[in-house]
């Protein structure tokens, strides 16, 4: 009886050590984005295309830990609201986003890439996202890099302005199945980001003069392009301290689309014997 319960405690081990396996794949899809420029966490009016690499490794069925590189762009125009307020205001922006993410996954059903006992589930993870953003806007035909300018007054008294990086807690979630050692899957994340800047627009309005000093006639522009304010008969409307932003509430983006993965190590089935053993074929 000690012989068998012994030989147990070694085939438990031995399955939970040898049931680990990685995985690479693409994710190809679009981004989105939720902010001072667009409100909803989705809209079609600013979808963009999104590509992503990553890397899997799974503890087990149920849980794994994934490496994440992606990119895709975000993007929100006044123009396309229905709001009063942010149809005058008549700000737009871009940027481009380079995301590096460590999530943890978890499985409802048991699930392994290539064991048709275990073919599909749907899934959740969420971890840490670290990103790069570097919000633009067209003027006259030429595009301007916004965060250099202090458009909302950042670097009047000597102050500087916001970091084009910062972090992320993504949440999402998914459903996949596999086809032999390949495998195909549907996801969407929505990552909350620790900036209100990456639209470039989060406060009030900057004294337009000094601004006009410190930084010239572009970032005036392009901080202050509200019909309103194009209708004064002064030169630089007095718009100083009136809202600009809500920066109540920082800003979300979105990656979604489909997954193709490939499993890199052999497919393993359980045969140990008194009880089950491991082993390739």
Known sequence: MKNRILILILCICALSSNAQYNEFGVRIGGANYKGDLSPHLFNTDFLHPSVAFFYRHNWDRNWSWKNELGYGRVSGDDAKSSNGFFKDRNLSFYSDILDISSLIEFNFFPYETGNSDYPTTPYIFTGLSFFR????????DQVYNLQPLGTEGQKLNGGKSYKRYSFAIPIG???KFSVGRIGIGLEVSARRTYTDYLDDVSTVYPDLQRLLAVSGPEAVLLSDRSFSGMDTSSGIPSVTGKKRGDYNNHDWYVFGGITFYYRMSSL???VCKPFKRRRYH
Not at 133 to 140: E, Q
């Open 133 to 140: 953003f570097n919000p633009k806007a067209k003027l006259n």
């Open 173 to 175: 979630g998914g459903f």
């Open 268 to 270: 393993l089935h359980d």
